[in-house]
C-alpha cells in the first residue's frame, strides 16, 4: 500500500500483494514458508536495496536538494 511499489519490486525483493486479498497474502506467505531459496534470495536482494535506496549518503543529498529548492538555489 502507499508506497510500497516504489521499493519493492514484485519477485526480485519482495512480494506484492492485493491489499484486499487476504487470500493472496496467505498464499504467498505459505509459499515462501515453503520455498526456502526463494525466502534467502529475496531477502538477500531486499537488503541491497534497502542499503542502496536508503544509505546514509543518498538521504543526505536528497536532504540537500530539497533544501536547495525550497531556497531557490
Known amino acids: ?32 514458508l ?9 531477502g538477500k536482494t531486499a537488503r541491497e536495496t534497502a542499503c542502496t535506496t536508503f544509505s546514509r549518503e543518498r538521504c543526505l543529498k536528497d536532504t540537500e536538494r530539497v533544501y536547495e529548492a525550497a531556497l531557490g538555489a
Not at 6 to 31: C, F, K, M, T, Y
Not at 35 to 41: A, C, I, Y
Request: aromatic share 0%.
Open 1 to 32: 500500500v502507499g508506497g510500497v511499489p516504489e521499493i519493492v519490486d514484485h519477485r526480485e525483493n519482495g512480494i506484492l500483494v492485493d491489499p484486499h486479498s487476504p487470500e493472496q497474502l496467505a498464499e504467498s506467505i505459505i509459499r515462501l
Open 34 to 42: 515453503e520455498d526456502e531459496r526463494m525466502r534467502s534470495r529475496l
